[in-house]
C-alpha cells in the first residue's frame, strides 16, 4: 500500500532532483531538498483537511485528484502563480513577469513579496472560513470540549462565521491601513487592497464549498429516494448529480490547496529566488502531500484517530491568523510550520489516549 500510494512522490523526487543538478549544479541539489521538506512541513495539516473531504469521493476522482490535481498544484500553484502576481501587481504581460523571473531575480522576488499583503489576505480569509465553519458546528466528536461546546451552541446562529470573519478582516485593513497614514502613498493603496483581497477570498470560498455542498445534497436525496424503492427516479440523473458533485467537491479541494501554497510560495523566497528551483522543490513537496492525502483515506486514518481531523483545523485557524499577522509583521516560517506539526501531533496523541481507554 505505502509503495503504491507514494511511488510517484518518489518518482517525482528522483526526477526533481536530478533536474536540479542539471540546472544549476550540485549545490541546487541541497536547495530543492530543502525546498521539498518545506513544503511538507507546512502543508502537513492539508494533506489532513484534505483526507476528511477526499474520502467522499470515489476511487475515480481521487485519481484525477493525484494526476491532474497534482499538475495544477506544481505547475499552477508553485510555477506560475508567482508569475501572475508579478504580471498582475506591477502590470507586466506575462512574457515579460517569466522573462523577469530567469533574467532579474532580485526584482523578481521584490515585486512579489510586494504583492503579499493580497496574497496573505485571500488565502488567510479563506483559511479563516474552513476553521470557523468547523469550530462553530456541533459535532458529535469534541476534542477539547470547554471550548468546542459554548462555540457550537454559538454557531447555531444564522451565518456567524461570515460576520466574525468581516470583522476579523475590517480590524486587519484598518490596522494596515494606520501602517499606510503613517507611510503614505504607495501604502494607502495596499491597505485597500487587503480588503479587497480578503473580501475575494471570503465570496471564493462561499461560492466553491456552497455549490458543492449543493450538490452533495442532492446526491444525497437522490440515493435516499432510491433506498425507499425509487429505483425508476433517476439512476442516469444520479451518476449526473454525483459527478457534479465529484467535481465541485475537486474544484474546492483545488481552492483550498491554493489557499495552503500561499505561505510555501511566500517562505520559499528566504530560500533562494530562482523559479524554476523553487517549482522544483515545492513541487516535489506537493507531490508527497498529495500522495499523503490519498493514504491517509485508503487506511482510514481520520476513523482511526478521531481527533486528527480537529487537530488539523485547529492548525488551519493557526495559519490563517499567522497569515493575516504577517501582512503587517513578519513571522518565521519555522514558527508556522511548528504550530502546525505540534497541534496536529497533540491532536494525534489524544486519538491515541482516547483509542487506549475505549479498549479497556
Known amino acids: 500500500m505505502l509503495w503504491k500510494t507514494f511511488r510517484w512522490a518518489f518518482a517525482v523526487t528522483a526526477v526533481g532532483l536530478v533536474g536540479g543538478v542539471l540546472y544549476d549544479g550540485w549545490a541546487a541539489l541541497g536547495i530543492v531538498a530543502i525546498l521539498a521538506v518545506l513544503e511538507v512541513s507546512l502543508s502537513f495539516d492539508n494533506a489532513v483537511i484534505n483526507a476528511g473531504i477526499l474520502k467522499k469521493l470515489n476511487a475515480f476522482w481521487q485519481r484525477i485528484f493525484l494526476t491532474v490535481g497534482i499538475l495544477i498544484a506544481v505547475f499552477g500553484m508553485r510555477l506560475l502563480f508567482p508569475v501572475v502576481i508579478v504580471s498582475v501587481s506591477a502590470r507586466l504581460a506575462p512574457q515579460e513577469a517569466v522573462h523577469l523571473a530567469l533574467t532579474d531575480k532580485d526584482r523578481y522576488q521584490e515585486l512579489v513579496t510586494d504583492a503579499h499583503p493580497s496574497i496573505a489576505a485571500f488565502g488567510g480569509m479563506f483559511l479563516l472560513m474552513i476553521f470557523l465553519d468547523f469550530i462553530l458546528e456541533d459535532r458529535e466528536t469534541k476534542w477539547l ?19 466574525v470573519a468581516l470583522v476579523v478582516l475590517l480590524v486587519t485593513s484598518m490596522t494596515f491601513a494606520t501602517q499606510a497614514h ?14 479587497v483581497s480578503g473580501v475575494a477570498g471570503l465570496v471564493t470560498y462561499l461560492v466553491v464549498h456552497g455549490l458543492s455542498g449543493f450538490f452533495e445534497s442532492r446526491l444525497a436525496g437522490e440515493e435516499s429516494s432510491k433506498d425507499e424503492g425509487g429505483e425508476a427516479a433517476g439512476g442516469r440523473s444520479g451518476l449526473a448529480l454525483a459527478g457534479r458533485a465529484a467535481f465541485f467537491t475537486f474544484l474546492y479541494l483545488e481552492v483550498l490547496d491554493a489557499s495552503f501554497s500561499f505561505d510555501g510560495v511566500i517562505g520559499a523566497f528566504a530560500v533562494t529566488n530562482d523559479i524554476v528551483l523553487m517549482a522544483l522543490g515545492l ?19 481520520l476513523d482511526d484517530y478521531v481527533y486528527l481531523e480537529h487537530g488539523a483545523h485547529y492548525a488551519i485557524g493557526a495559519l490563517a491568523a499567522v497569515l493575516l499577522v504577517s501582512i503587517r509583521y513578519e513571522v518565521n516560517d519555522i514558527v508556522t510550520g511548528l504550530i502546525g506539526v505540534t497541534l496536529i501531533g497533540a491532536a494525534f496523541w489524544s486519538s491515541v489516549r482516547f483509542n487506549r481507554a475505549t479498549a479497556d
Open 182 to 195: 503613517q507611510h503614505g502613498g504607495h501604502h494607502a493603496d495596499k491597505a485597500q487592497t487587503v480588503l
Open 283 to 301: 513541487g516535489i513537496g506537493a507531490m508527497y502531500v498529495r500522495s499523503l492525502t490519498v493514504y491517509l483515506v485508503r487506511q482510514g486514518t
Open 145 to 163: 470540549g470547554r471550548v468546542e461546546r459554548p462555540l457550537a451552541r454559538l454557531g447555531r446562529i444564522d451565518m456567524l462565521s461570515v460576520c
